[in-house]
């Protein structure tokens, strides 16, 4: 066995779709529920800091829908679709833990309300799971 190889386990949940940049989008009454993905906290270290926009606020593809910030760097996430932000989890705010304990449920990040959404252009677990593979 390669010692040099290290192993390491994160979850992916099936029932959302993901982006290259390690962003989940639950979709969720016309809305998407985002978050970022366990694989993120790894590769990037733990989240100590969220920082959220407010609610209400109108996004063009391509702004920054919120940040994070790791020991080493902040983290901007683009949003791949205009909408409005309809909800925030103050609670990462308050307790950036959740993003790393809890990434999938209590987690997660903003809720946002797409003008159009086109879910084609992110990935499905398995082709997440691929991408992060090769990484």
Known sequence: MDEDFEYVEFQVAHNRKYSLDHLWYQDKED???????EFLAF???EVLRVILPQAETEVDEGDDLFSI?????KISFPSPFSGVIREVNG???????LVN???????????LEPHSI????LLDPDEYVDHISEL
């Open 118 to 121: 086109d879910m084609e252009q």
């Open 91 to 97: 609670e990462v705010e308050i307790n950036p833990d």
């Open 69 to 73: 910030w790791t020991a080493e760097e």
């Open 101 to 111: 304990d809890s990434a999938y449920d209590h987690g997660w990040i903003i809720v």
């Open 43 to 45: 590769d990037a270290g």
């Open 31 to 37: 809305k998407l529920m985002i978050g970022v993905s």
